[in-house]
């Protein structure tokens, strides 16, 4: 593999990882009290339980996107946000950070894999690779991890000391 590549797989990897210029979700999350989860934070039509959900609804469907070959495009908003009256258990807050992390590590481990090109067109869109997807992907969880961040000062639900 050309060392380019390489250079661009880790690049890609560390977009979905949130690091370089972005927080971690990883991060984002930690630590959030769970009396907290299902409060809609001032002026925001959604909680802080409805925002993380659709961070991994969306990541799920990328993956599937880029996976499926039978792959179906999901109603927007419908499919990628839960409804506004739905409320979310510690456990199933817990299930939502999960799925979202097995869903990154499989879209990291086709990343990483020097069998894959990961500039090959998908068979049922010409132009748009697993690169592309990963791209999309990391920018969108990058916006929605510094929103969640901000809904976190909003709130005042950072952990007392935390350094800003």
Same mark, same amino acid.
């Given at each position: 593999?050309?060392?380019?590549?390489?250079?661009?797989?880790? $690049?890609? !990897?560390?977009?979905?990882?949130?690091?370089?210029?972005?927080?971690?979700?990883?991060?984002?999350?930690?630590?959030?009290?769970?009396? &907290?989860?299902? =409060?809609?934070?001032?002026?925001?039509?959604?909680?802080?339980? /409805? *925002?993380?959900? /659709?961070?991994?609804?969306? $990541? @799920? +469907?990328?993956?599937? %996107?880029? =996976? #499926?070959? #039978? %792959?179906?495009?999901?109603?927007?908003?419908?499919?990628?946000?839960?409804?506004?009256?739905? =409320?979310?258990?510690?456990?199933?807050?817990?299930?939502? !950070?999960?799925?979202? %992390?097995? +869903?990154?590590?499989?879209? @990291?481990?086709?990343?990483? +894999?020097?069998? @894959? #090109?990961? *500039?090959?067109?998908?068979?049922?869109?010409?132009?748009? =690779?697993?690169?592309?997807?990963?791209? !999309?992907?990391? +920018? /969108?969880?990058? %916006? /929605?991890?510094?929103?969640?961040?901000?809904?976190? $000062?909003?709130?005042?639900?950072?952990? &007392?000391?935390?350094?800003?």
């Amino acid at each position: 593999m050309p060392p380019s590549d390489q250079a661009y797989r880790e $690049q890609l !990897i560390r977009l979905l990882d949130g690091v370089d210029a972005h927080m971690p979700f990883e991060e984002a999350v930690a630590g959030f009290p769970m009396d &907290a989860i299902n =409060t809609f934070p001032p002026n925001v039509p959604y909680t802080p339980w /409805h *925002l993380v959900e /659709h961070v991994r609804l969306t $990541q @799920r +469907d990328m993956l599937d %996107y880029v =996976t #499926d070959p #039978d %792959y179906s495009t999901g109603i927007w908003p419908v499919d990628f946000w839960p409804e506004r009256q739905l =409320t979310a258990t510690p456990e199933e807050w817990e299930e939502t !950070i999960e799925g979202f %992390y097995e +869903d990154r590590s499989a879209l @990291r481990a086709m990343v990483a +894999d020097p069998e @894959r #090109d990961i *500039l090959e067109p998908l068979a049922r869109t010409p132009g748009h =690779t697993l690169a592309r997807g990963v791209r !999309i992907i990391g +920018d /969108h969880n990058a %916006y /929605h991890v510094g929103e969640f961040a901000v809904l976190r $000062q909003v709130m005042g639900t950072w952990p &007392a000391g935390r350094r800003e």
